[in-house]
């Protein structure tokens, strides 16, 4: 591994020192593209500054803020004005398309999450940066200042005649407090990152505490008048991306005080169906409009095959639905002899026989709770699609089905309801499942699970590749150290809130895509569902392996009542 990534630097050093013509150059950057992955065109980029503006004077410009707390927004944006200048007056074949190609993906669907991160790293950054890569593709930006659209022109005004270091440093001079920036070590910032892993500035955390819900809106603190405002502007925000709320505010808000707690105290919920008439943002709007197409020519492309699974799952799960019986025993005068009621007969002494009445469970409902956060871009289709087969399949088979989404957006989980139990399914709404954002699982479990005050012979049918990720940390009290939501410590979380789930009635189970060869997602999921899961290389595999793991869950229902076929 060591030996390919050595490697693999070479070929970036050799395309640098290419493009700059000088092979003595110890290059202070790597052209990486925004999911860091290394980047032909940027460090093309970089070696192209390195000739045009000499060595000396690039390594004194990044020198001025080196280790500064600011540094990584200093060397972001100096870059912006870098690019611009360098593509502007280089003549090379096919820089155009390289460059297009390069713009493209940092708005690709695939970088959703990447572009989510930047942003809620340095929100500068990141609206400079998309400005800068819409200017690229003569596409439209908004959402930035006057100030910083005047900044982003000053940063394309540099020139090669003067001393780079002098003129970024009068434009940073102009926009930011940058004398007193550069004399912030990073020293001090990590050592907060260190000890309470504070990915964001600790005021924008502070904007939407939960102690700043006011039901009442008596306000009284004079600070409240701004954390309300604040409040609200975050939840107009959300609505615009992903639609009204279904419940009320003001429930929402006691909801949020039983659910939002402990490791989860700064998160924030919000219930939506994502109609996409209500989904102001257009981005968000193209997304699902996107999604609905791709994931329906995919399903037209097998249609026959699809409905071949639909037909063959319907009539096993009517067979299932049909067969489905609990006993409810009595004592009598005839029927099947107890033996542990013989003592009776000796003592005279009333009924020995027993008698089952057989009745029908007709209360079987199933959900499917599908992870819709970016890490599943790539099996979108197959998810979409495998809900979509398995929610007509259950329908047909007149058994209750419900479709939910979860990812996790700022401080906000957001449970999107695909169909509800009293819906007709329909299939453009199934079919605008898409990734994005993060996946805070253990809080999306928490919310899925307050949605029910009482469940009976309830199936939970989780579609996700159990990679809970989230920006924001588990959340300790006090002074403790906060966490990094991923990897064990938010599977702990998971695992604790599926068992949660079982205690209360649920019968939970997984269905992957493309895991057969995952050791690590194999472990947890044996951890976590223990042997109720199911991994499919296609939706074409439903009929066969869903339809052995919900009649599996079904006897488990069966067992616990004492049911037989």
Not at 25 to 47: A, L, Q
Not at 142 to 162: A, F, H, P, R, V
Not at 438 to 452: E, G, P, V
Not at 511 to 520: A, C, E, G, H, Y
Request: proline share 2%.
């Amino acid at each position: 591994m060591n030996d390919f990534k050595n490697a693999n630097r070479k070929r970036i050093y050799n395309l640098i020192w290419d493009m700059a013509e000088d092979y003595s150059i110890d290059p202070i950057f790597v052209g990486n593209d925004i999911s860091s992955n290394p980047s032909f065109y940027f460090n093309m980029i970089i070696g192209l500054s390195y000739k045009v503006f000499g060595k000396d004077n690039i390594e004194q410009l990044f020198n001025t803020w080196k280790e500064s707390k600011y540094q990584d927004r200093y060397d972001s944006l100096s870059w912006l004005g870098l690019e611009n200048y360098i593509f502007n007056h280089t003549k090379r074949i096919n820089i155009q398309n390289l460059r297009n190609n390069y713009a493209r993906d940092f708005f690709s669907n695939k970088n959703d999450l990447n572009r989510r991160t930047l942003s809620y790293r340095n929100i500068k950054v990141y609206l400079l940066t998309s400005k800068h890569m819409a200017n690229i593709l003569n596409k439209e930006f908004k959402g930035l200042k006057k100030s910083e659209l005047n900044l982003l022109e000053d940063l394309y005004s540099i020139n090669d005649e003067e001393s780079l270091k002098n003129q970024f440093k009068s434009i940073y001079e102009k926009y930011f407090d940058f004398d007193n920036d550069i004399k912030a070590k990073k020293i001090r910032l990590g050592f907060f990152r260190e000890h309470f892993n504070y990915k964001t500035p600790h005021s924008f955390e502070r904007a939407i505490n939960p102690s700043y819900v006011n039901l009442d809106y008596n306000i009284k603190n004079p600070l409240s008048f701004y954390k309300f405002k604040k409040r609200e502007k975050k939840k107009d925000e959300i609505e615009k991306l992903f639609g009204k709320s279904i419940i009320d505010y003001k429930k929402l808000s006691i909801l949020e005080q039983d659910i939002c707690k402990d490791e989860d105290k700064l998160e924030r919920l919000r219930f939506t169906k994502s109609v996409k008439e209500e989904i102001k943002d257009k981005e968000s709007r193209n997304m699902l409009e996107k999604a609905i197409a791709k994931n329906k020519e995919k399903y037209y492309s097998k249609k026959s095959q699809y409905d071949f699974e639909i037909r063959k799952l319907s009539k096993s799960f009517r067979k299932i639905n049909n067969n489905i019986r609990y006993d409810d025993s009595y004592i009598s005068k005839i029927g099947r002899l107890n033996p542990k009621l013989y003592y009776r007969a000796i003592l005279n002494n009333g009924d020995i026989f027993e008698r089952k009445d057989y009745k029908r469970i007709n209360s079987l409902s199933v959900d499917l709770i599908l992870d819709s956060s970016a890490s599943m871009i790539g099996m979108e289709n197959d998810i979409a699609i495998s809900a979509y087969i398995l929610a007509k399949s259950l329908e047909l088979s007149n058994i209750k089905i419900r479709i939910i989404s979860y990812l996790s957006y700022d401080y906000y989980t957001i449970i999107n309801i695909l169909k509800d139990f009293d819906e007709s399914l329909d299939s453009n709404k199934v079919f605008s499942y898409h990734g994005r954002g993060f996946n805070r699982d253990s809080t999306a479990f928490k919310a899925y699970r307050s949605m029910d005050k009482k469940v009976s012979n309830r199936i939970s049918i989780f579609m996700s590749d159990l990679n809970p990720s989230d920006l924001k940390p588990i959340y300790k009290k006090g002074l403790r150290r906060n966490i990094s939501y991923e990897k064990d410590e938010a599977l702990k979380l998971v695992k604790k809130e599926i068992n949660e789930l079982r205690t209360r009635g649920y019968r939970t189970s997984l269905i992957s895509f493309r895991q057969k060869n995952n050791v690590n997602f194999i472990k947890n999921a044996k951890d976590i569902f223990f042997n109720d899961f199911a991994i499919l290389e296609s939706p074409s595999m439903l009929s066969t392996k869903a339809s052995i793991l919900i009649k599996k869950t079904i006897k488990k229902i069966q067992r616990k009542n004492g049911d037989t076929f």
